[in-house]
């Protein structure tokens, strides 16, 4: 057993400069090595597991007796402070929210995915029927192989279709692919997947997906205008307001903040496929983060946003990965370290 897995350690500052420090020696660590199931979280997940820590979901710190550990991906551009399942504060349930304002979610059919090996992908594009695309398809996927975009239809539709697709490289194949894509509507299929922060309700916040020049079944802009606001003097009780519906819910934040009082935040370089089992991890830099400011300064600085996070499908009638608190990390190192001042009050950059 190395020192850092000890049962009852006291994690003080100096043990966790100690430890960072190790890690940053530590060669690529595989997430195969700690985690049996594969998800965007892991990042999280492995980092526990370098510090000794087995996944904590409840109020007591990951290292005891007061630091929390915070991970994420050099490529990611957004750190979740906070999950929240629970309006402690009362209004509509998530349930409720997700029936009133989820909308209906278009699903690649089978045979347009972009998933899989590359023999997949190959039989995919050999499958398409190049002459029902229309003309903007064409013309896109033209700009993607390298064919002259100004030609007519036709005369593209006729290079592609002497394309030997094996000769093309995974990442091309998976760009043309989108274009190509056919879609099938299922009332079961929903989602609510929006961020939002305060607002005057003056600009519209967007269901995500995927919109192109051309419009097909599903590709409808759903335009939706939420708000959440702090009027707390203590800066902890969020609610969340509609244009139209007035207010929705209201969130109690003091006891999920607590947590987040003193912080240590690892950032990692990785290498394979994010969230899948040949994911790597190499430590890039650690700050240690102690008196965080409070949710409602973050809010009305317009750092911290919510965002809702639930859909359905026909084998799962709700599913709900709970709402997020999140904050936007710039990827460049100076601008990290400003962004990460501006949420707590003191930061001792380590690595």
Known sequence: MEWWEVDGLVWTK??????????????WAKVSDFVDTFEHGQVGQCNERLFGVFENNDEAPDLPPI??????????GHLTLKHSSA???????????????????????????ISGSKADLVKRLEDIPWADLEGAR??????????????????IINEIEVIDF???GIKEMKLVLPHTSRYVIDDQYNRLSVQFGTNDFSIPVEIHDNFHEWWEPGDEKYSQYFSVVCNDKHGF??????????????????????????????????????????EQFKLKSAYICSNIKSPGALLNDGILQLTFSISSKPTNSYHN??????????????????R??????NVEQII
């Open 14 to 27: 100096d043990l966790i400069k100690k430890r960072l420090n190790e890690i940053n020696d530590e060669p």
């Open 67 to 76: 630091y929390e550990l915070k991970a994420l991906r050099s490529s990611s």
């Open 87 to 113: 309006y402690e504060a009362g209004g509509l349930t998530p349930k409720e929210i997700f029936e009133k304002y989820g909308r209906r979610k278009k699903d690649r059919v089978e045979g347009s995915k």
């Open 138 to 155: 064409i013309k896109s996927i033209a700009g993607i192989l390298g064919l002259d975009s100004t030609n007519s239809r036709n005369e």
């Open 166 to 168: 094996n000769s093309l």
């Open 237 to 278: 009780i969020f609610e969340v307001y509609h244009r139209e519906d007035g207010f929705l819910f209201a969130n109690d934040m003091t006891k999920q903040w607590n947590k987040l009082k003193n912080v240590v935040f690892c950032i990692y370089d990785t290498r394979g496929s994010v969230g899948k089992n040949n």
């Open 321 to 338: 990965r709970s709402d997020k608190f999140r904050i936007d990390i710039p990827k460049t190192e100076a601008a990290r370290l400003v």
């Open 340 to 345: 990460i001042q501006e949420v707590w009050d």
